[in-house]
């Protein structure tokens, strides 16, 4: 290219971001626009599980000192893969392997510690409360960007990074369709203390917990421990490394994350009152626990003592495939194109492939291998179809469709007693249960 390309990224999401610091890695120049009006806002403390697929795309895209600092921030890993009763009682369990290897392995990541690690050393080009309004392709081949408090931003190329609702894609492809799954998640979470941490078993513990309910009201819980306080001290028996790296970290005094519980429930949106997506705090987690009347009395007083200020309904969405498109100088990565319903952190996995998928294109088009609007088309041809094929393969998850046989009225306790059993039978054949971990630690969404 003559002229090495300016590109506008909307969103200070997990794409956003991981495609900002492998353009900026590659001498790229980048701005971002976030609608939060600064680094700690929004409700981002929810687990993620970011697998080979993500964290070979933060590997490739982050300096290597950053990626350290990634590694370091993660949540203690699971020991094991649980599925449990709404009485906490065991189903199944499967041990998994020790955290060795740093990309082909499942990492905790809280959402809020993943936005801090992906922020630094970009505070000099992330603009927070700016809030994305339209953009106008103009004749000499840029794209002007157009804010809600009157300001603008003209670049080369402008990434829709902007989430399930993305005001860019509305403009952009008015036809794609976003609709509900047809389920609706309550998440709530709660503060890991001492009186808390005895309400969970050992092995829930140490884990990740599904929760298979009667009634198809179902649940994940997962307890998330961190290397440092709720006063951002390192604790002991931190690794020398891990404590020298977060010492040096400017982020941890922005993160607002400390140990807690994650709880949360999902069901048919049919269970749900019509206001559900209105409530907040206090009248949300009564909800949840009106939901849960039969469940352990732990797992109720788990609910009574979420944080009000993190509970947070979740109306699952899904996108429908978008035929190809004429590239130009705009192009979408993550939800903002393929919204996928959540999961073993498929999303944001994804959306961390996008943006390695579309740094590669655009590096080989500022080294002259070929132009801007090939690097898009060549993006684009790939995304879309792994994308897609995401969507679909989150959709027919166990439980996410609210079409699933297990919330209906008879069928449904049924269609739960064979997954119980599937999981079950697993957990006990030698044979499928070396395949089942084996599956969770190498699942790679890039392998298409």
């Not at 990626?67 to 020991?79: E, G, K, N, Q, Y």
């Not at 035929?323 to 959540?342: C, E, R």
């Not at 006990?428 to 089942?436: A, E, H, I, S, W």
Request: hydrophobic fraction near 40%.
């Amino acid at each position: 290219m003559p002229n090495p390309p300016h590109v506008l990224i909307i969103g200070a999401g997990t794409g956003g971001l991981c495609l900002a610091q492998g353009l900026r890695r590659a001498g790229i120049s980048v701005a971002v626009y976030e609608r939060h009006r600064h680094r700690a806002e929004g409700l981002l403390g929810y687990r993620v599980g970011i697998g080979p697929t993500g964290s070979r795309a933060l590997r490739d895209c982050l300096p290597p000192g950053l990626f350290a600092t990634f590694l370091a921030t993660c949540a203690r890993p699971p020991r094991y893969f649980n599925v449990v009763t709404q009485k906490l009682s065991e189903a199944a369990s499967f041990e998994l392997r020790p955290d060795a290897d740093p990309v082909h392995t499942e990492h905790s990541v809280a959402r809020m510690t993943l936005r801090q690690v992906l922020l630094t050393g970009l505070t000099d080009v992330v603009h927070f409360d700016k809030t994305f309004v339209r953009y106008d392709q103009r004749d000499d081949r840029t794209v002007t960007a157009y804010f809600a408090d009157g300001s603008t931003a003209t670049g080369d190329l402008l990434v829709a990074a902007d989430g399930t609702h993305s005001a860019v894609r509305q403009q952009y492809l008015p036809h794609a369709v976003i609709r509900d799954a047809g389920t609706i998640n309550i998440a709530t979470r709660i503060p890991l203390t001492a009186y808390t941490r005895d309400l969970v078993p050992e092995r829930v513990r140490q884990g990740i917990s599904l929760i298979f309910g009667t009634g198809g009201m179902m649940g994940v819980l997962h307890v998330m421990e961190f290397k440092w306080d709720a006063e951002r001290v390192i604790k002991p028996g931190v690794d020398d490394a891990d404590a020298a790296v977060l010492r040096g970290w400017p982020g941890l005094s922005h993160d607002t994350t400390t140990d807690n519980i994650n709880l949360i429930i999902w069901s048919t949106a049919r269970r749900f009152p019509a206001d559900v997506m209105r409530r907040r705090g206090e009248e949300l987690i009564q909800l949840a626990l009106d939901l849960t009347p039969n469940w352990h009395p732990h797992l109720r007083e788990l609910l009574s003592r979420g944080d009000p200020g993190s509970a947070l309904p979740i109306k699952v969405a899904t996108s429908e495939t978008v035929p190809p498109w004429k590239s130009s100088t705009v192009t979408l990565l993550g939800d903002a194109i393929h919204t996928m319903t959540p999961g073993r952190g498929v999303g944001a996995n994804t959306a961390l492939r996008d943006a390695r998928l579309l740094c590669q294109h655009l590096t080989r088009a500022v080294a002259g291998d070929k132009t801007l609007l090939d690097a898009v088309a060549d993006y684009e041809a790939a995304m879309l179809p792994y994308g897609f094929a995401r969507v679909t393969e989150s959709l027919n998850r166990s439980g996410t469709s609210g079409d699933d046989r297990m919330y209906r009225p008879v069928v449904g306790r049924l269609a739960l007693l064979g997954a119980r059993g599937y999981f079950g039978v697993t957990s006990r054949v030698p044979r499928l249960r070396r395949k089942f971990v084996d599956d969770f630690h190498t699942y790679e969404g890039d392998q298409d």
